[in-house]
């Protein structure tokens, strides 16, 4: 009975299936829905240890805050300012975080491409703020508006990155006070996914808040998060008046900022894991506790950037055991005080795209994706400490996130009666490649990179000993020219780029962030 059905189903099917894996697919996974186990390396006794230790340094050390506004909301709010300096009572950061929401929703200019965050739901970010690139001849060079646009087409195509990020690279042919407006622009018009806003300048953020409201509409944005922002902490213990200013701007119009300490382990942290996570959750609980003062019930997100130190050079390190147990730790944290937290992934100090890069970004996209991260930044193009974004590397790395969506997916047990009635039909020494069983499964049975060459060595170099830097090149141009662009709203459009040459009139075109006039 089971060689019937196999002949039925074969007639004229094989043929459709191998015209489906040929054809190209850029639709966006969904979000990630973890269902792997996370990685908890602490009992609960050391939670609160690191939970106690934190409120310590809150309440007896205290966080400088560069900002007079944000030290007059201090004062409001009911902390104990002195100066500069900033000190909270336990009970009153407590009371401030539970009104961030456990989780909220991204949305796209593209409904389909909607993405939850928080809980088990994750996304993955392609990176930012490259001064160079690493291009389509693998050559390194200054990034201009193109390349920018490049990489945003490529963050559309790519089914495992759900956002196309804001500045991937640094245009250098545009000036430094007016750059937000048309990175901002490119972000919006190459792709129909969620983006990432400027917050560079409290006055940046305002711009981009503006463009938001023209492309979604004012109410929208008092409901909906459409973007994200991030703001870096100065560790040890410091947030500046630009971060602060920034941060205003887009938790006054509701949509979610990154809490992000800025941490080099050693250096600016103690050379100790727990305590560097104590010193960490201290500074990104005072940024978070204050989106809720700009803004009760503001969406916002744990954040942080993770990197330890060379005691040789002071060169900043990827990829070491210690940035993995500390994401597992700030995992724990986040999931103490029920925020979605951020971390980075695909992080790595090779300057080229080598071994080095290879192993660095997944080590720590490994242990990212079993810490249980929600919004899973600089996911692709990383390299040479975030100096240069690597088009091969873009490539290569989103299908890692690939791979790695798949894998915390967990074991697929939908048709596992299916398979083991195709084991009764093979029987011993038999093959399972022909079995309908296999013909209709295997697709998705097994993931099949498309950039990892597994031939024979005689078959490679038949085909010319192609390595990987050169086939994900290829991949990047095949991709360009099948891309089409998302139709934007003509009249949005023009609202657009009408706000634009507006506010590049009253900018003045400066070496300077749009701060100063």
């Keep these: 009975m089971a060689k019937n059905t196999i002949s039925r189903s074969r007639a004229g099917g094989r043929a459709a299936r191998r015209a489906m894996r040929t054809a190209p697919n850029f639709e966006m996974l969904p979000a990630l829905v973890g269902k792997l186990p996370n990685c908890d390396v602490m009992d ?3 939670v609160d240890r690191i939970d106690a230790a934190s409120m310590d340094i809150l309440e007896n050390v205290g966080v400088q805050f560069r900002d007079q506004i944000a030290l007059e909301d201090w004062k409001k709010a009911g902390a104990d300012v002195v100066g500069e300096m900033v000190y909270f009572d336990r009970g009153l950061i407590r009371e401030l975080i539970a009104s961030i929401p456990t989780d909220f929703t991204y949305f796209a200019r593209d409904p389909n491409k909607n ?12 990176m930012t703020g490259a001064p160079y690139l690493r291009d389509l001849e693998d050559v390194r060079r200054n990034p201009t508006l193109d390349d920018l646009a490049m990489f945003h087409k490529l963050s ?6 759900h956002s196309s990020a804001h500045h991937i690279v640094e245009p250098y ?17 190459h792709s129909d996914k969620t983006f990432m806003g400027m917050t560079t300048s409290a006055k940046n953020a305002e711009d981009v808040m503006d463009m938001c409201a023209i492309l979604f509409g004012d109410d ?30 887009f938790c006054r119009r509701n949509q979610p900022v990154l809490c992000s300490p800025f941490v ?17 959750n201290a500074e990104a609980l005072s940024a978070l506790a204050y989106t809720q003062v700009i803004r009760k ?23 070491t055991p210690e940035i993995s147990l500390m994401n597992f730790m700030i995992g724990q944290m986040a999931r103490f005080y029920g925020i979605p937290w951020r971390t980075s992934s695909a992080l790595g100090g090779a300057k080229t795209f080598d071994a080095q890069a290879g192993y660095e970004s997944a080590t720590t996209l490994s242990a990212v994706i079993h810490s249980g991260a929600n919004y899973i930044w600089h996911s692709a193009g990383w390299n040479e400490a975030g100096m240069h974004c690597s088009v091969a590397k873009f490539i290569v790395d989103a299908e890692q996130c690939e791979m790695a969506y798949r894998m915390a997916e967990g074991p697929n047990w939908g048709d596992f009666d299916a398979a083991l009635d195709a084991i009764s039909d093979i029987g011993p020494a038999g093959h399972f490649l022909g079995h309908e069983h296999t013909q209709e499964n295997f697709q998705t049975a097994y993931f099949m990179p498309e950039l990892f060459d597994n031939n024979s060595i005689e078959q490679w170099a038949a085909e010319g000993s192609i390595e990987i830097t050169k086939r994900a090149l290829s991949k990047a141009r095949k991709l360009l020219l099948e891309y089409q662009e998302p139709r934007l709203d003509p009249a949005k459009d023009e ?23």
């Design 173 to 189: 042919d545009h000036p430094i006070s007016q750059r937000h407006l048309r990175i901002t622009y490119s972000s919006m018009k």
């Design 297 to 319: 019930g503001a969406p916002a997100i744990y954040g942080h950037y993770l990197s330890t130190v060379s005691m040789k050079s002071g060169a900043p390190m990827a990829g």
């Design 220 to 249: 929208f944005l008092e409901s909906h998060a459409v973007t994200t922002g991030n703001c870096n902490g100065n560790s040890p213990l410091v947030w500046d008046e630009t971060m602060l200013g920034a941060m205003r701007a």
């Design 264 to 280: 080099l382990g050693g250096a600016n942290t103690p050379a100790n894991v727990p305590a560097t996570v104590a010193q960490l």
């Design 115 to 126: 993405v939850s965050l928080g809980g088990r739901n994750a996304m993955f970010v392609p």
């Design 156 to 161: 559309h195509m790519l089914p495992a990155l």
């Design 495 to 517: 609202a657009l780029t009408a706000y634009i040459k507006r506010r590049e009139r009253e900018i003045p075109a400066s070496d300077e962030l749009n701060q100063s006039y």
């Design 44 to 46: 609960g006794d050391q």
